[in-house]
């Protein structure tokens, strides 16, 4: 008797499943600040958030340790060493108040900050000799975007807002952003496990979808490493804005 491999067969599913990983994917690689974020909600559309999470689980380390390897001479090692404590905090949290939570509310919240974001710096753009944003407000946001990263993969947005006014180059962007995710994403089995999400089902499915994941980091890599940066911080926002969006939508329709 062979062995039933029951990953999900609802054609529906992968219609929305496959764009998500192939976005999410180029998120990775390329702009890393918000269009990963749409990957759960689009997923949503066909399972519950917290399933679609444990999907892409093993898809996200893929992702993580391929972005890494792209980009493992373009990181702001300090920059790195101060963000991690505060993001796996707020993993912490997050695992432990994942079952009191609805994780439309939480992504709803995300949205809006993130939206609220994006006015600031549209209606009231930095100037040239701004200083950077204060250290504490760094760690707060870290901290919400490990939480909101074990809640829906949805950690983009809040750090985003700290790391953007840095004004790094794309490449070293992209880069930290790829090993920071890569402690945070890594962080999470076990609490996943803990919470009884990583079932054969959902690795199945996650299986079934993993070879879309190198298609999504090879486009990002091709495109952070050619794009003028005032255009790459355009199409950020442009992310950014898409992701708040659709987060808002989900949790109060």
Do not use: E
Request: a positive charge.
């Amino acid at each position: 008797m062979g062995f039933d491999f029951p990953l999900i067969t609802d054609p529906y599913f992968y219609l929305v499943a496959v764009p998500a990983v192939i976005l999410l994917g180029i998120s990775k690689s390329g702009f890393g600040a918000g269009f990963g974020s749409l990957a759960v909600p689009m997923m949503a559309l066909a399972v519950t958030v917290p399933q679609a999470a444990a999907i892409l689980m093993p898809v996200l380390l893929v992702m993580d340790l391929m972005g890494m390897a792209a980009f493992r001479q373009h990181v702001d090692r300090a920059l790195l060493r101060f963000l991690l404590p505060f993001g796996l905090a707020g993993v912490l949290f997050g695992a432990l108040l994942f079952k009191l939570l609805d994780a439309r509310l939480v992504a709803g919240i995300v949205g809006v900050v993130t939206l609220l974001f994006l006015a600031q710096r549209l209606l009231f753009p930095p100037k040239a000799d701004h200083p950077p944003p204060p250290r504490w407000l760094g760690a707060l946001l870290t901290a919400i975007s490990g939480f909101t990263s074990f809640i829906a993969h949805a950690g983009g947005p809040p750090i985003n807002v700290y790391v953007i006014p840095l004004r790094l180059s794309p490449v070293l962007f992209t880069g930290t952003m790829a090993f920071f995710f890569f402690f945070i994403n890594l962080s999470k089995w076990v609490p996943y496990a803990w919470l009884g999400l990583l079932d054969w089902r959902n690795m199945a499915t996650s299986v079934a979808l993993l070879p879309f994941a190198p298609l999504g980091v090879w486009i990002g890599v091709r495109i952070a490493h050619r794009i003028d940066p005032a255009l790459f911080y355009r199409l950020v926002y442009a992310g950014m804005f898409l992701t708040g969006c659709k987060l808002v939508w989900d949790a109060w329709r």
